[in-house]
């Protein structure tokens, strides 16, 4: 399939093409892909696509947007978070996504960051030379009847909450721009959740796959919002971890390796 008939397009007309090539590989319908663009999540001009010579529909394409990451040996830098790699079924198998990535990163000056949705993905992008760069693990709260308080109740955005998030994570994080914060709330409410807060810490709650997710916290206690919520169920919280103890969670691709490693990484999209 690889030939010089293929051509590489920064950028989609129409993002319905990308929110139906998305439905079948990635489980969810196309009410719930077509609102990732409309919360801002995605954004059909930075939408890398691969096209056959007779082909008006993508072979293969994904997602890239850009983000500021802080390192703590290099301060701020530019680079990009790559999401959403999918290649249509009857194409599958032909090497299309390794050679779309492989083209992007060689035209890419600053390093890409992705969040591998299943752990066998981690040997697809090894391959690739990216390398994972943060972990997780999680906490398990089983239901409560007591004990942990009860004011915990959700909220809407405001700038006072997004202020408080940049500055909970200001010592290391990829920075989300306010536009995806807003975004993450929306996904969040679209799964029976949203943000919550007890007034003094914050969290993302969702229902997904039969699980209540907790992520993201960030405030006074990163444990509070959970505890309070596994009154009505087991809930579930994703932390950071040390290489080697937990799962991991993101990797990334630069030219010098290693050099990204002391970043961690939290993250709204992907989260299983």
Same mark, same amino acid.
């Given at each position: 399939?690889?030939?010089?008939d293929l051509?590489?397009?920064?950028?989609?007309?129409?993002e319905?093409? @990308?929110?139906?090539?998305m439905?079948?590989p %990635?489980g969810d319908d196309?009410i719930?892909?077509? #609102?990732? =663009? !409309?919360w801002?999540?995605i954004?059909?001009?930075?939408?890398?696509a691969?096209?056959?010579e007779?082909e008006l529909?993508?072979?293969?394409a994904?997602?890239?947007f850009?983000?500021h990451?802080?390192?703590?040996?290099?301060?701020f830098v530019?680079?990009?978070?790559?999401s959403?790699v999918?290649t249509?079924?009857e194409f599958?198998?032909?090497?299309l996504?390794?050679f779309l990535?492989s083209?992007f990163l060689?035209?890419s000056?600053n390093?890409?960051f992705?969040f591998?949705?299943?752990?066998?993905l @981690?040997?697809?992008?090894s391959?690739l030379? %990216?390398?994972p760069c943060?972990?997780s693990?999680y #906490?398990? =709260? !089983?239901s409560?009847?007591?004990?942990?308080?009860d004011?915990v109740?959700?909220?809407?955005?405001?700038?006072?909450?997004?202020?408080?998030y940049?500055?909970?994570?200001a010592?290391?994080?990829?920075?989300k721009?306010?536009?995806?914060f807003?975004a993450?709330?929306?996904?969040?409410?679209?799964?029976g959740?949203?943000?919550?807060s007890?007034g003094d810490?914050?969290?993302?709650f969702?229902?997904?796959?039969g699980?209540?997710?907790v992520?993201?916290?960030?405030?006074y206690?990163?444990?509070?919002?959970?505890k309070?919520l596994?009154?009505?169920?087991?809930?579930?919280l994703?932390l950071?971890?040390?290489p080697?103890r937990?799962?991991?969670?993101a990797?990334?691709?630069?030219?010098?390796?290693?050099?990204?490693?002391d970043?961690?990484i939290d993250n709204?999209l992907n989260f299983?």
């Amino acid at each position: 399939m690889l030939s010089s008939d293929l051509r590489i397009s920064y950028g989609l007309a129409d993002e319905k093409i @990308f929110s139906r090539m998305m439905v079948e590989p %990635f489980g969810d319908d196309f009410i719930y892909m077509s #609102k990732l =663009f !409309e919360w801002g999540y995605i954004d059909k001009k930075n939408i890398v696509a691969l096209f056959g010579e007779n082909e008006l529909l993508p072979l293969s394409a994904f997602c890239v947007f850009p983000v500021h990451v802080k390192s703590l040996r290099r301060g701020f830098v530019d680079a990009s978070v790559m999401s959403y790699v999918v290649t249509r079924k009857e194409f599958r198998g032909n090497g299309l996504s390794s050679f779309l990535i492989s083209s992007f990163l060689k035209s890419s000056n600053n390093p890409v960051f992705l969040f591998p949705s299943e752990l066998s993905l @981690f040997d697809f992008y090894s391959a690739l030379e %990216f390398y994972p760069c943060s972990f997780s693990e999680y #906490k398990v =709260f !089983e239901s409560q009847n007591r004990y942990f308080r009860d004011k915990v109740k959700k909220i809407e955005f405001s700038s006072e909450v997004y202020d408080k998030y940049l500055l909970s994570k200001a010592d290391n994080e990829v920075y989300k721009d306010e536009k995806l914060f807003k975004a993450a709330i929306k996904e969040k409410e679209y799964f029976g959740g949203g943000l919550f807060s007890d007034g003094d810490s914050y969290a993302f709650f969702s229902q997904e796959n039969g699980k209540r997710i907790v992520s993201e916290p960030f405030g006074y206690d990163l444990l509070s919002v959970a505890k309070s919520l596994s009154r009505e169920g087991r809930t579930y919280l994703t932390l950071p971890a040390n290489p080697g103890r937990g799962r991991p969670l993101a990797m990334v691709y630069s030219a010098n390796r290693g050099e990204y490693s002391d970043v961690f990484i939290d993250n709204f999209l992907n989260f299983n």
